[in-house]
């Protein structure tokens, strides 16, 4: 009797290759084309399975029809995004659909949303100025409000190498939480508009100090006096393209993909956000 051994991955198995490589990649970080071309091969790898998971997807139960069903604490595992994690936030999503409306896309023949991420992503991460950590979303259908939240720790790594071993300044830092509008459309097109950004404290990082973390930024009214949007909302949207139990999988409109999983140890803020 012959035995048929399919050649396409299952769902739980690609879920766990996706894992794989999203630790060995430092959640798609340790690309980065602006250093060098090494671990390309690896992110296009990460990329086609991302895909295979995404094609395996079921109408019925892996695309969301509503906030409910995406509903609850994400952290993000992977990315294939260029030039910083920190793009999976509702805020630079909104800057880089708001180039969209410029006149010139380019600048120094580089498309201008590119080049602004470059350029942030070397003048905050550079001689361990600031590090990335946890970075996560929550997801409330009641309020119907996504939280984008990441953890960021600034001169973490102020050290003198060879010279000497010790921090030249202390570590200080939070969570920036990015609150926005959100809504669930036709095909998974998951529509926000960023309303303000706040801070709050992670246990074991200090602060700048308690005054840090009333602050409450109103990004959305200030983006549209700001000339360059000429009134336009902070809009910005992506495709979630497959969810699960304990996965789910974005698309933003430049094509990039945001991979996230339910967290094993979730996050409670001492201090309740409100709207």
Same mark, same amino acid.
């Given at each position: 009797m012959e035995t048929t051994i399919s050649s396409t991955p299952s769902k739980e198995k690609l879920k766990v *290759? &996706?894992? *794989?490589?999203?630790?060995?990649?430092? /959640?798609? *970080?340790?690309?980065?084309?602006?250093?060098?071309?090494? #671990?390309? =091969?690896?992110?296009?790898?990460? /990329?086609?399975?991302? @895909?295979? @998971?995404? =094609?395996?997807?079921?109408?019925?139960?892996?695309?969301?029809?509503?906030?409910?069903? &995406? =509903?609850?604490?994400?952290?993000?595992?992977?990315?294939?995004?260029?030039?910083?994690?920190f793009r999976s936030s509702p805020f630079f999503l909104a800057v880089q659909e708001a180039f969209e409306y410029s006149d010139e896309k380019e600048a120094f023949g580089q498309d201008k949303a590119t080049l602004f991420f470059k350029l942030h992503e070397l003048q905050t991460c550079s001689w361990g100025v600031s590090k990335i950590g946890r970075v996560a979303q929550r997801i409330d259908p009641t309020t119907g409000y996504l939280y984008s939240e990441f953890d960021t720790s600034i001169f973490a790594l102020t050290v003198i190498p060879i010279l000497g071993w010790f921090k030249l300044l202390p570590t200080f830092g939070g969570c920036v939480i990015t609150a926005s509008k959100a809504k669930l459309g036709e095909g998974g097109v998951l529509e926000m508009e960023v309303d303000y950004t706040t801070s709050r404290p992670v246990p074991g990082l200090s602060g700048l100090g308690e005054w840090i973390w009333s602050i409450k930024v109103p990004v959305g009214a200030v983006w549209r006096l700001l000339p360059w949007n000429k009134g336009r909302s902070a809009n910005c949207s992506v495709t979630v393209k497959y969810v699960d139990?304990?996965?789910?999988?974005?698309?933003?409109?430049?094509?990039?993909?945001?991979? #996230?999983?339910?967290?094993?140890?979730? /996050?409670?803020?001492?201090?309740?956000?409100?709207?």
């Open positions: *290759q &996706i894992l *794989q490589l999203g630790a060995s990649l430092d /959640r798609g *970080q340790s690309y980065n084309p602006t250093s060098g071309e090494y #671990y390309s =091969a690896s992110m296009d790898i990460a /990329r086609s399975k991302i @895909l295979s @998971l995404i =094609a395996l997807a079921d109408t019925e139960t892996n695309i969301p029809t509503t906030l409910s069903d &995406i =509903a609850g604490e994400w952290e993000l595992i992977f990315t294939t995004v260029k030039h910083g994690i139990e304990d996965f789910r999988v974005v698309e933003d409109k430049s094509g990039d993909l945001f991979v #996230y999983s339910r967290p094993v140890v979730p /996050r409670v803020h001492a201090v309740p956000l409100g709207n």
